[in-house]
C-alpha cells in the first residue's frame, strides 16, 4: 500500500490555470504577477479543515486495510501450524478460504488506494471547492487589473521575483473575507462520509 501525497495534484492545477488567463488586446505593456499556491494551501484555514478531514476518512480506510491483513496473517498462521495434521481436502478448503481473503484484501486496497480509487476521489472532493476559489480570485484580479500572466511559484519556474510581484497574500485575504462573510468554504460543504468503500 502506497501512501498518496494528497496536495500535489492541486498545485498543479492552479500552476496551469495561472497560465490560463488571458493577456489584454493590446498587450505591449506586459503586467505580470505571480501567487504561491503552497504558501496558500499552507496558511489557508480552509485547507487545514479540508484536510483534516481528508484525514479522517483516510484513516478509517486504512483500520480497514489493516484488519483485513490481520485476518489474513491469522489465517495464514493458522493453516501453517494445523496443515500437516488436516486432511487434503480440509487443508485445501482452508487454503482455499485464505485465497479468497487475499484476493478481498487486493481488491480493497485497489478500489481505495488505486489511480481511480476512493482515496483520489475524496482528496479532490475536499480540495475542489477551494482551488475553484483560488482560482476565481486569480482570474478576477488577473482580468480586473489587466495582467499578462499570474504565474505559480510552486511549480518551481521562479527563481526570482520582485516581491511587489506576488499577488498570495491578496488571494489568501480574500480568501479569509469570503469566509467571514458567509461565502461556502470545505468546511460546511464537505462531501458526505464515505462510509468505508468496502
Known amino acids: 500500500m502506497t501512501r498518496q501525497r494528497p496536495w500535489g495534484t492541486v498545485i498543479w492545477a492552479v500552476a496551469a490555470f495561472c497560465l490560463t488567463v488571458p493577456a489584454p488586446a493590446g498587450a505591449a505593456d506586459l503586467k505580470i504577477g505571480f501567487i504561491d499556491s503552497e504558501r496558500i494551501f499552507a496558511e ?12 479522517r476518512e483516510v484513516q478509517e480506510l486504512t483500520k480497514t486495510a489493516k484488519e483485513k491483513k ?105 480568501l479569509r473575507k469570503e469566509d467571514s462573510s458567509g461565502v461556502p468554504t470545505p468546511s460546511n460543504t464537505a462531501p458526505a462520509a464515505s462510509g468505508g468503500s468496502q
Do not use: C
Request: proline share 3%; hydrophobic share 35%; glycine share 6%.
Open 70 to 174: 490481520t485476518e489474513i496473517d491469522d489465517l495464514q498462521r493458522k493453516l501453517d501450524a494445523q496443515g500437516p495434521m488436516l486432511s487434503e481436502a480440509k487443508r485445501d478448503e482452508q487454503n482455499q478460504i485464505l485465497q479468497k481473503k487475499i484476493a478481498e484484501y487486493d481488491a480493497f486496497v485497489q478500489k481505495n488506494w488505486g489511480p481511480q480509487g476512493s482515496v483520489s476521489k475524496l482528496n479532490e472532493q475536499y480540495l475542489k471547492p477551494i482551488v475553484d476559489r483560488v482560482h476565481r480570485i486569480v482570474s478576477a484580479i488577473g482580468s480586473g487589473e489587466n495582467y499578462s500572466i499570474i504565474m505559480d511559484a510552486a511549480d518551481g519556474n521562479i527563481i526570482f521575483g520582485d516581491k511587489t510581484l506576488d499577488l498570495t497574500d491578496r488571494v489568501l485575504d480574500q
Open 44 to 55: 489557508y484555514a480552509g485547507t487545514q479543515e479540508a484536510q483534516k478531514s481528508f484525514n
